[in-house]
């Protein structure tokens, strides 16, 4: 197969060339009768449907099925999906695809909440891994085969192992073809969410991809780290486990009828851009990013933190938290991906041979921000690692059951012991902190009042302004 060929980007610029008459919807009708900008009207006159030539997501045969398939062809699936609602639909539609209502999932427990809502969904009963900590990142770490192990010993019924690779702070680990070896040797299906992950395919330096080691299920976020639109994904599935129209039916479920041509042609683009990377422009990715590191190095007070993702990088300024860095950089036009309390996470452009990055105004604007942030800093608390739950647990009630009981909010500092009626969920970056129906232990409320002191924002059923938590009567 060609995969410089961009059939759908093609389809749509030959559609658009013959200046065709819209009798049809979206009813912006190619633009025209938008208030949006120009520049941003101009997207819209790509804005199509499903006309004749260009398709049809749900059934498709022509130019998506060609574009789907030479994306098949490059990660090496059965099949592989586009995604117009992210790798949440994708979570979701690798969960139905394979439990039902009280069935044994193992999931990792770091994972995005979708993955949570998906089980949530369905009804089914998670066993909640909690990998190591990671003390480079200071983040929760990536699983290791002998806790999947054992999980896998604990709970023989388990319909999946549901993965989190690389962790949003680009950790990847060592140990991911032998979990996956372990699952298949007990006919257990893995499923990974790689929404950070859709450029390991390039090989070295980058981490091996998921479904390269055998995953049966992957889900990427072509938008996080590919030049795709917002919202684009992909799903890959390679499998003697889940079955790929389980999986095709599921998404036409929870997909929209009306998908994005704007978002599946950009998903086309970015599958072709990531297959033409060669090694030249690996060459020039790894240099770029190393006198970019070398640049941040020799800025007063920065701490540079490198992670298994080349494309991530940590930053973290003495004595300042990373919302205080963060919020300093933002003055100077700089914006990070998240902030944390000791850190900034800045995601690196996958930049291919022709790009020469403006790395020294970029070093006037840090050096700037650092010099805003004063001497006095607002010295990150430190959070008790103990708030990392360890090892296996599950949930007092699944999620599922909690919406018909009876619930009543309460102050944080009687919650202890109490069943959470809400998850809460530090965001950026997603990762649920309580689950709904755990049991909130001290711990949760250290890390929950030390998150908040230092400006975390959050998201779920939440009055943490009033210190209070949503709790199981
Ligand atoms: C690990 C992980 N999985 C899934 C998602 C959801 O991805 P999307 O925003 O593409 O729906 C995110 C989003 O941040 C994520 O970090």
């Not at 060609?2 to 200046?19: G, H, I, M």
């Not at 909640?128 to 999980?151: F, I």
Request: hydrophobic share 40%.
């Amino acid at each position: 197969m060609n995969q410089n060929d961009r059939p759908l980007v093609q389809a749509l610029q030959y559609f658009n060339e013959q200046t065709p008459v819209s009798f049809h919807v979206p009813g912006h009708k190619h633009g025209l009768l938008s208030g949006l900008p120009h520049k941003m009207r101009q997207a819209l006159t790509y804005d199509f449907t499903e006309l004749t030539g260009l398709d049809d997501l749900h059934e498709a045969e022509g130019v998506i099925q060609e574009a789907e398939s030479l994306l098949s062809d490059l990660y090496r699936s059965d099949r592989s999906f586009f995604l117009v609602n992210g790798s949440t639909v994708g979570n979701l539609a690798m969960i139905y695809a394979a439990c039902r209502a009280d069935d044994t999932i193992i999931v990792q427990r770091n994972a995005h909440k979708s993955v949570f809502h998906a089980i949530e969904l369905t009804g089914a009963r998670p066993v909640l891994l909690s990998p190591p900590w990671d003390a480079h990142t200071r983040t929760p770490g990536v699983l290791t085969p002998d806790q999947v192990e054992r999980a896998l010993a604990a709970y023989p019924h388990a319909k999946a192992v549901v993965l989190t690779y690389p962790t949003y702070y680009g950790i990847a680990g060592e140990g991911l073809r032998e979990i996956i070896e372990l699952c298949h040797s007990r006919s257990v299906p893995v499923l990974v969410d790689e929404a950070h992950g859709a450029h390991f395919i390039i090989g070295e330096p980058f981490p091996r991809s998921a479904i390269e080691m055998g995953a049966d299920v992957v889900v990427h976020s072509a938008h996080k780290t590919l030049p795709a639109m917002t919202m684009g994904s992909f799903l890959h599935v390679r499998s003697d486990h889940i079955s790929e129209k389980k999986i095709a039916h599921y998404l036409q479920m929870l997909q929209s009828s009306s998908p994005s041509y704007v978002i599946m042609a950009s998903l086309d683009d970015a599958r072709a851009y990531v297959a033409s990377y060669k090694d030249n422009d690996k060459r020039n990715f790894v240099a770029l990013r190393f006198s970019f590191i070398q640049m941040l190095k020799r800025i007063d007070r920065l701490e540079i933190v490198e992670t298994d993702d080349p494309l991530k990088l940590l930053i973290r300024a003495e004595g300042h938290s990373g919302f205080a860095l963060q919020a300093a950089l933002e003055a100077e036009g700089i914006y990070a991906e998240l902030a944390d309390t000791y850190q900034i996470l800045f995601i690196l452009p996958l930049w291919n041979e022709q790009f020469t990055p403006p790395l020294q105004a970029w070093k006037e604007k840090m050096v700037a921000a650092v010099t805003n942030l004063g001497k006095v800093g607002d010295t990150p608390i430190s959070i008790s690692l103990a708030a990392w739950p360890d090892g296996i647990s599950t949930l007092a009630y699944p999620p599922i059951s909690i919406t018909d009981m009876e619930t009543e909010w309460i102050s944080m500092n009687e919650a202890e012991g109490r069943i959470s009626a809400a998850s809460v969920i530090p965001y950026p970056p997603g990762i649920p902190l309580l689950v709904k129906g755990e049991e909130i232990k001290e711990s949760h409320i250290q890390e929950l009042s030390a998150l908040m002191k230092v400006g975390a924002r959050f998201q779920g059923t939440v009055r943490l302004a009033e210190k209070e938590l949503f709790v199981l009567k």
